[in-house]
């Protein structure tokens, strides 16, 4: 009579474990790709809620004016939760965007608004109906989305 011993060997637990390993390391890159992309929609989605809020601004100014969406505070938690989205910090009103900046420019003609998306880039809303992703920067006073 043989006796033979029930289990595994420990090469067979080791491979088991590494291609446990090797699933995790794929699952874990495409979870990072998602998020950065959930946060770059939240970003987008931010910054076009703005666009509404900007025109109830304009329309509660006498005379019609733009000088305030800045100071309006759902456009400021709009601006905060944007630049928090994409990891970025808000900066004063019509100061220059940078990388790491989200803007609000005001003036009593118009709007813009600048941060910079999760993935690369950034995204530009205006009071010219600009919304969309952007390379270069706003400058300061700008008013408007930079050409690309």
């Given at each position: 009579?043989?006796?033979?011993?029930?289990?595994?060997?420990?090469?067979?637990?080791?491979?088991?474990?590494?291609?446990?390993?090797?699933?995790?390391?794929?699952?874990?890159?495409?979870?990072?790709?998602?998020?950065?992309?959930?946060?770059?929609?939240?970003?987008?989605?931010?910054?076009?809620?703005?666009?509404?809020?900007?025109?109830?601004?304009?329309?509660?100014?006498?005379?019609?004016?733009?000088?305030?969406?800045?100071?309006?505070?759902?456009?400021?938690?709009?601006?905060?939760?944007?630049?928090?989205?994409?990891?970025?910090?808000?900066?004063?009103?019509?100061?220059?965007?940078?990388?790491?900046?989200?803007?609000?420019?005001?003036?009593?003609?118009?709007?813009?608004?600048?941060?910079?998306?999760?993935?690369s880039g950034t995204?530009?809303?205006?009071?010219?109906?600009?919304?969309?992703?952007?390379?270069?920067?706003?400058?300061?006073?700008?008013?408007?989305?930079?050409?690309?």
């Amino acid at each position: 009579m043989k006796n033979f011993k029930k289990g595994f060997t420990l090469i067979e637990l080791l491979v088991v474990v590494a291609i446990i390993g090797i699933l995790a390391s794929v699952v874990l890159a495409s979870l990072n790709t998602a998020r950065a992309k959930g946060a770059d929609a939240a970003i987008k989605a931010n910054l076009a809620n703005i666009r509404a809020q900007a025109e109830l601004v304009y329309d509660s100014a006498t005379p019609n004016s733009y000088a305030a969406v800045c100071a309006n505070t759902n456009v400021v938690n709009a601006v905060a939760a944007a630049a928090s989205a994409g990891g970025a910090t808000v900066g004063a009103v019509n100061a220059a965007a940078t990388a790491v900046l989200a803007v609000c420019h005001q003036a009593a003609d118009k709007w813009a608004v600048q941060s910079p998306l999760k993935t690369s880039g950034t995204w530009c809303v205006d009071s010219a109906g600009t919304s969309a992703s952007r390379t270069l920067f706003m400058a300061a006073s700008a008013g408007v989305c930079p050409a690309s």
